[in-house]
Each structure stands twice: as C-alpha cells, then as structure tokens.
C-alpha cells in the first residue's frame, strides 16, 4: 500500500504536523480518512501521496474515506493557517466539517430562503457593459482581481449576474459572498430568478444535514453557483471562475474565532490558485483596496439621484431618540404612505443603567463591559450572554435614583408605538433574528408593507432594496466615533452612506443623520456622498501613522483567569519577535471577557505571514506552560478591530 501524509484534525498546537499512514491505492490528496490517533479515533486530511517511510515507525493503515475534497482546498487550507498563524488541523476543518449520514431527499434550502427576484433590465448601462467586459476579459486572460465601486443603486448585482452568466457560458463556476446572512434572501432570490435550482446556499444558520446536502450539490456539481456568507468560500466546487465579494467594506468578513481569516484575502487566494476573477464590490469601498485593486466605477445610481442628507444637531433637540425632524419626516409617511428604515447600532432597552447617587453603572462581573437593559426588564451581557433582574435599587448604595443612559432598539420600538403608532413597526436585529426563517419574514413584511418602519442594528443599512423607502435615518451616529479603534471613522462613513442607500432608489428620498457632533469630518463626508474624498483624506492620515494598506497589524492576544500571567507571556513573546522588522506595541491589558482577563501585543509590519509564523512556532513550544497557567493565546493578522 502507498504511503501519505495525512494532517489529523485535532487543535493541540504542539500536534500541528503531518504523520505517515498507509493508504488503499485509489486515495488521493483530499481524501478525509477517519484514522487511529494516539488512542482515540479521528479524522484526518491526506496532503500528500507516495511518500517516503520515517525511519523506526510502524506505519498503520487508515480507516475508511469518509469524504472527497478538491486537492486545492487542500492547498488553500494549509495556505491559511501558515498567513493566520493558526494550525494546519483548524484551516483543513474549514474546508472538510464533519459530515452527518443523510436521511432521505430534502428539497435546498436555497428555495425557503430567498425573497423574490427582480426582472433582467433590457439593457445595461454603459458603465455595467463596460464593466461586465472588463471582467470577462479578466477571467479570459487568466483571473486578477476588480475593484467594482459605484453609489448605491448603481446595478453592481445586475453586474455580478452577467459575470456569473459568462463563468457559467465557459463551463465554470461561481461563488458569491456577502457579509451577513440579513442580506442572503435578497441576493438568493435574485440569482434563482436568473438561474434556477444551479444556485445553492450555504451559511451558518443552516442546519448540520442542510449544509451536508448543499455541499453534496455543489461536490456533484449540480448547483454551479453558490450565494452565502464566509464559508461558503470553502465550498467544494471544482473549477471556480468567479468569486464576487459584495459589500467588500464589511468587517463581518473577518472571521473573530480561531483561525481568525479574513474571508477577503482568502478570497483573493482561492482566486489566484483557481485562475479565478474576484469582484470586489461596494459604494463604500475600504482605504485598503481601494489603494490596492484596479477600479471599475459605476458613475451614477440608476433610476433616481442619490438622496439628500440633513445632519440633525442633538445639542439643540430635547426628544431622544426621536427628534423634532426625525418626528415630522415620519408624520409624513402616516399622511401620505412609505417607508422608513432607522438605524441604531444597539440592542436592548437602554445600553446601561446609572445611578446618579455613587455614580455607578451596571456592569457585568466577567467582562468589565455593562449591562444593557432589555423590555424583559431584565440586565444581559452581549458578550457572555449573563442576565440578571433589572432592580429598583442601586445594589451598591441602595439608592432608587436610577436612571436609563442612552437608547437601544427595544426602546426605539416603543417609542415608535408611542408617537407614531400608525405605523407598522419591524424589528430586525440578533434578538428578532435569531429563529430560523425570522429574517426573511421580518424582510417580505417590510417589502409587502403600506405604512411601515424596518428599524434595528446594522443589518438594516446593509444591501437590502426595498421600493417604497423615502425616509432612512441614523438614530445615533456617534456610536462608533467614540470607538478606541483607527477605523471608527471610516466605519461611521460607510454605516452612514450605506444607509443613505436605502432610500429614494425610486422616488425622491431623505436620510437624517441625529448627532452631537455634526462637524465631524466622516459625517461632512457622507453628507455629501462623497466618497472618494474621504478614501483620499483617510489614506493620507493611514500613511502618516504607519496603518494598513501602508502596514499590516499582526495581533497576538493571550488571556487567562489572572491579570498578570497574559502580560508576562506576551512579554515574553516579544523577545522572541524582536529583529524581524516590525514595529511592537505593547503588550497592555484588555477589558476582561467572560471572567478572563486578557492583554495584547501589536505589531506593524510589511511582512505579517513571517511575524504570525514566529509567534506560532514560540507558541506552539509554550504550550505546556500556557497550558499549566491556564492560558489561552490567539494569533490575528489584519484584525478588524482593536
């Protein structure tokens, strides 16, 4: 029997290496063979075929094939955890998940999940066939890599669509990305109208025994199209010619558990080993690619002009969070008819509950963050997922001066219900979404609606195309300024100007922007939709401070059930980083998170796959320490945030 190298898919940093097995003479690279290891059973990924034996090593046989993979996942998997740092065990999961025994014929989910497509336009404009032929030629000449940035209601799907029709004509096939699954109904519909039950879903929220026969699908190669969020970049479709990354801004791209990839480079290298075109998209591109990539401009949003902004100055208004124009706009729509669609980057009742005697907040005891009141009356922690009784008192003074600190979605309801009753009320955020099925109802509601308002957190500003929509408002947009992050700015334009988006796509349209800081320069900006100035003035500030695209950020983050053991192992790893280039920051403590105290160390470097391959081979020899300490560490390269 040949010889392979098989990586076993176990999480131990210090078992991050390839062992030999036997295997039948039909198994190839890709094959996932369950195994013997140590004493336990599990599965692993063949790598490598023919071999040479290790001397003094009884070789044992595999167990049987349990899966097929294409050899180049394979290659992109170990791509992966080599850039993030991770173990080769973690990357090779995302590409082989453990396969549940199918039970009998179900029919795609992609049917139960798409909302209604729209007609094929007769005609492109000029700046969609100039941009359709561009990548075309693209994909003819080899694959690369296409910027696509346009306004808002510029036709980028219709874009995608033809890109997809012309990978399909060459016998290739396509994947389409986007951020979140709040925009998967919407684009699933739209590419099933043009192309049928070839269009297959894949996403998280997808049960285990849905996802195994989408994957089945697309493996056979009877769905050549594939709609979902990150991982249905890993889908195992054999001769991929498109990969379309919508709405590229959205740091729901980045992966915040181990391995902590970023589905855009990825993307970016699944194009280049399939000789691919990836179409990055969006009307609010980030600095990095719009430095970085070719452009292709679609000018102007078909149809209507983009809507005008009003910045609202919450210094000189009394009513919070419905202000006195915010009020009128909305009164209109009781009068006349529409929608309006509010923005309110938080969840709950109220983000914290103060007392005005000590001064304390509540906050919650594993992870230094506060609480925030739900219309349950009850106090939870979004990191943890504690809660506890909301009570009248302050529990350390016994004061009852209680008093509710800004706004959240819940209350934003009522507050609608109290002033403006008439209209119909839809929330959409992780508390309404989380039912299966909850968000495509929550969406055909808004689009079937005659009165209506669609509020929540950000999964409202993000793709969604609903006729009808002449109001759309950014309840709090200093939300994210106030943010300790080098991309609060440009975080607050793109939220601000996606939204603007949303409305008057066909008809004359308003967005309000409610602020304590009108001057400030990403809010001037979107103002005047005027993107390409910001990207210019960000870039510029980005140069001076040393940040990406000009440097990468390589992250290493230790945490555990003490203060001071994190720090010490970071200093620790800093030594171990000195003289290879980089610039180190730290390493400072953290806010804890669910009882464990943690600490950072950053670097800025032009090399981050040779820092994040340092401080995992230094992590992988501290293993036993960092176990005994009980310690947990996390490589992140090009984090989100900070």
Known sequence: MPLASVHPLVATRSLARTFTYEVPDDVGKGAVVSLRFGRAPARGVVVDVGVEPPEGVAIAPVGRVVDELPPLLVDLALWLAAYYGTTPARALELVAPTRRRPRGERPSP??????????????????????????????????????????????????????????????????????????????????????????????SQLGVAERRDERDRIARGEARIVVGARSALFAPMRDVGLIVVDEEHDAAYKQESDPRYDARTVAAKR???????????????????WKRLEHVTLSERIGAPLPGVRLVDLRRETGYPLSTPLLAELGRIVDGGGKAILLLNRRGVAPALHCRACGRTRRCPLCDV????????????????????????????????????????????????????ELERIRLDADTAARPGALRESLARFAAADRAVLLGTQMVAKGHHFPGVELAAVVDADTGLALPDFRAEERTFQLVTQLAGRSGRDAPGLVLVQTFQPDASPLAYAARHDVAGFLAAELERRRELGYPPYRHLVSVLVAGPDADPPLQALRELRAGLEGLGAELLGPAPLLRLRGRHRAQLLAKTEEPRRIAARAATLLAAATPALRRDGLSAVVDVDPQSL
């Open 370 to 421: 506060g609480l925030t009141l739900h219309g349950d009356d009850r106090l939870r922690c979004h990191h943890c997922g504690r809660n506890e009784a909301a009570s009248a008192a302050c529990p350390a003074c016994g004061s009852p001066e209680i008093v509710r600190v800004g706004a959240g979605t819940q209350r934003l309801e009522a507050e609608l219900e109290r002033r403006v009753p």
């Open 110 to 203: 992609a049917a139960r999940e798409s909302l209604a497509g729209e007609a094929e336009p007769d005609e492109l404009t000029a700046d969609q066939a100039a941009a359709v032929e561009r990548i075309v030629a693209t994909l003819d000449k080899g694959g690369g890599h296409v910027l696509l940035a346009g306004p808002t209601g510029s036709g980028k799907t219709e874009v995608y669509l033809r890109a997809c029709a012309a990978a399909l004509e060459r016998g290739r096939g396509a994947i389409v990305l986007v951020p979140e699954i709040a925009l998967a109904p919407q684009t699933v519909g739209r590419f099933r109208a043009r192309f049928g039950d070839t269009v297959a879903i894949v996403h």
């Open 271 to 289: 194009a280049s080993l399939e000789g691919a075109v990836a179409v990055y998209g969006s009307a609010t591109p980030r600095p990095e690619s």
